[in-house]
């Protein structure tokens, strides 16, 4: 697989605070990454630092395995990248001179320019608005014509600096499938910066969770989220319940993890009398009616728990249970009703051994 | 109130039949503060746009000088470059005092400080972003700059018309450099002093008449592209 972007003891400063300190990191042609993090965790910094906005403090970066030493080549390597902000930044003219834009730089001719804009608008459902003045747009309209400025150069690289995080919710996920057609259609290489962790989840092939200027994990998003590397890429990546506890024995590879006097089965490779944290999705566990009695399931763990909460979630109910510790579990509007569940009853809830992810601790 | 009332009459009369003296006054205006306001865009543009995107070193003290320069006393202006072409001056042998010329250079010394300063003001307040945007969009240094220009337009406009007016309207360093001779040097603002001077109030009146409507047609046409601009921007 060609490597586009390969950083190397990266370290970025501000007044003498490190910002960012990435070792390594790499995006491949073809792949769509995204790098989640919170607000401050100088996702946006390593962005402009790829596309070579921002002179990093020290380290290589290598671009088309190029490591730009003058501005000239800074900006040929810069045009075959492009970027697209989480404002519009849209040029006070019309529609067609914003998309334009890029094409007239590079001093392309007319015929040329027109057509690849119009098939461009098209992809984006924008031809409507191609006369239009950029600032009578509305906010989703304007970052169409944003993301269509970048696409409409057929970038190497398309870095997206949290395009959808300004726009409201219906809007976002209108345009965030539409962009991502065009990226899959087109095996179009992405870095995509988001502090959404369900974003995430969604568009990428692959994650990376950066947090304070460091890169904590790098892999195959699902991996990643069923697999976080510790404690906090557990929590950001949305585990929501995180318990302490101590493997007390191990058979065939099942380990009987003790928690607050409560035994967990969960098949791990850690060691017998290791310390450790359970990490359980709240898609994870499953709800059953409670009865007396012991419903056959092939989940190793099934705890009698009583509902504490129930709230709404977006589209699941997020259901809050006290089995001796803290559970967490998401379920639909169909089962909340089916199974009649009211606060304070009681509920049986299971795990299977193999959706719980331990943790060492150290 | 007579003298208003009949000076003001005369005046429409002089305008009305086209008085050649008079209405070569102002293109002799013209003349001056156009080629000036020109230059001083030349001069003061790249300055303004320099100073109001770059960081370097001494850029405060340039920051200062500039904002003084934009309220320089024209006719200490005029003391200066009058000096500077008097025939014992440094560049006396150039025979310049008294010319279109040393006016024009006289108001492109008023002139260049107001563009930069407006233009500077009007960088700053573009979003930062802008720029990378743009860079990001693959345009080249120049490219870069003239994307911005378009970008604070209606404010760079503000600026070439706030020259324009600065310098059609002083009569300080005019009279100086230029002298108010006829048919040369004589401009609408030293022609209304010389012509209040004489008690020729019908002629300083329609003469005022021309450059107050002078003053009037560059604001106009100022405030209709930023009205018409802010329909589409409305912040």
């Given at each position: 697989m060609e490597t586009l972007v390969k950083v190397e003891n990266l370290i970025h400063k501000y007044d003498d605070k490190i910002v960012l300190d990435i070792e390594e990191f790499e995006l491949n042609r073809g792949e769509v990454l995204a790098l989640v993090g919170s607000n401050g965790a100088g996702k946006s910094t390593f962005l402009r630092i790829l596309n070579l906005l921002e002179k990093p403090s020290r380290g290589t970066v290598k671009i088309f395995g190029v490591f730009p030493t003058n501005n000239k080549q800074k900006h040929i390597l810069r045009r075959r990248m492009a970027m697209v902000f989480q404002e519009p930044l849209l040029f006070k003219s019309t529609v067609y001179n914003n998309v334009s834009y890029g094409l007239k730089m590079r001093k392309k001719n007319k015929d040329f320019i027109k057509n690849k804009v119009l098939e461009t608008l098209e992809k984006f459902g924008i031809?409507?608005?191609?006369?239009?003045?950029?600032?009578?747009?509305?906010g989703g309209e304007a970052q169409r014509v944003s993301l269509a400025r970048a696409l409409v150069l057929e970038p190497e690289i398309l870095l997206l600096d949290e395009p959808f995080a300004a726009l409201d919710q219906p809007t976002r996920e209108e345009l965030r499938d539409d962009l991502y057609k065009i990226i899959r259609k087109e095996n179009q290489t992405t870095l995509h910066v988001t502090h959404d962790r369900n974003e995430a989840l969604v568009i990428s092939d692959n994650v990376a969770v950066i947090n304070e200027g460091e890169i904590l994990q790098r892999g195959r998003t699902e991996s990643v989220f069923n697999r976080p590397i510790n404690e906090f890429v557990a929590n950001f990546l949305g585990v929501e319940t995180i318990l302490y506890g101590k493997i007390t024995s191990k058979r065939n590879g099942l380990c009987i993890v003790s928690i607050n006097n409560q035994k967990l089965e969960v098949v791990s490779d850690l060691g017998e009398g290791e310390k450790v944290i359970a990490c359980i999705r709240p898609e994870n566990v499953t709800l059953l009616k409670y009865s007396l009695k012991a419903p056959l399931t092939s989940a190793r763990n099934s705890f009698i728990s009583t509902i504490k909460d129930i709230s709404s979630y977006g589209l699941v109910y997020r259901v809050a249970m006290d089995c001796g510790f803290n559970l967490t579990s998401f379920i639909t509007r169909e089962s909340l009703d089916r199974l009649n569940l009211k606060i304070g009853e009681k509920i049986i809830s299971s795990i299977k051994a193999t959706s719980i992810h331990l943790l060492s601790r150290k | 109130m007579d003298i208003f009332i009949e000076g003001i009459k005369q005046a429409i009369q002089l305008l009305v039949e086209l008085n050649r003296e008079i209405f070569l006054i102002p293109w002799r205006s013209l003349l001056v503060s156009g080629p000036s306001v020109l230059i001083s865009l030349l001069i003061g543009m790249p300055i303004g746009v320099i100073m109001g995107l770059a960081k370097f070193p001494g850029r405060k003290l340039l920051l200062s000088l500039i904002y003084t320069g934009m309220g320089f006393p024209p006719t200490v202006v005029g003391l200066f470059v009058a000096l500077l072409l008097w025939r014992s001056g440094p560049l006396g042998y150039l025979s310049l005092l008294y010319s279109p010329t040393a006016m024009i250079i006289a108001q492109v010394i008023i002139a260049t400080p107001i563009v930069a300063g407006l233009i500077l003001a009007a960088m700053q307040q573009l979003d930062p972003k802008l720029q990378l945007q743009a860079l990001s969009l693959g345009a080249n240094k120049l490219q870069l700059l003239w994307t911005l220009i378009k970008e604070a337009r209606i404010t760079s406009l503000a600026a070439i018309m706030a020259a324009f007016g600065g310098i059609i309207s002083e009569v300080g360093s005019a009279m100086i450099?230029?002298?108010?001779?006829?048919?040369?040097?004589?401009?609408l603002t030293t022609a209304i002093v010389l012509f209040t001077r004489m008690g020729k109030f019908e002629k300083a009146i329609a003469v005022s008449i021309i450059l107050l409507f002078l003053s009037f047609l560059a604001n106009f046409a100022l405030t209709y592209i930023q009205q018409r601009e802010r329909i589409y921007w409305k912040h």
């Open positions: 031809s409507h608005l191609i006369n239009r003045q950029a600032g009578t747009l509305s | 450099v230029g002298g108010n001779i006829k048919g040369k040097t004589r401009i």
